[in-house]
Nanobody, 125 residues
């Protein structure tokens, strides 16, 4: 069974930065496409970023493009989300996800089979 554990969330002022990390169990991490989604209170879960299994390609929602950077270290079974220039509208629970079918840049949450428990990010104005 694949397990994903996020860390790094917290409270930050607008304009600040946070770095989320996701540790993934299992020897097959290197074949998963990975993604980040977020869900704010009263809103649907939305795509944030995705990264290919090799880490060579990444995709971002328009709302975070140019501010967030997704990376992965297959040797350490981790995927990261560097969030810069944070805005109050970035406040949400952030989830790390894994797609064992290695779809490229999927923004559809149903394509991701494994999910972490989520980590809260709160950006104050």
């Amino acid at each position: 069974q694949v397990q994903l554990v996020e860390s790094g969330g917290g409270l930050v002022q607008a304009g600040g930065s946070l770095r989320l990390s996701c540790a993934v169990s299992g020897r097959t991490f290197g074949i998963y496409s990975m993604g980040w989604f977020r869900q704010a209170p009263g809103k649907e879960r939305e795509f944030v970023a995705a990264i290919s299994s090799s880490g060579g390609s990444s995709w971002y929602a328009d709302s975070v493009k140019g501010r967030f950077i997704c990376s992965r270290d297959n040797a350490k079974n981790t995927v990261n989300l560097q969030m810069n220039s944070l805005k109050p509208e970035d406040t949400a629970v952030y989830y790390c996800t894994a797609d064992p079918n290695r779809r490229v840049g999927s923004t559809n949450p149903t394509n991701y089979a494994f999910w972490g428990q989520g980590t809260q990010v709160t950006v104050s104005s």
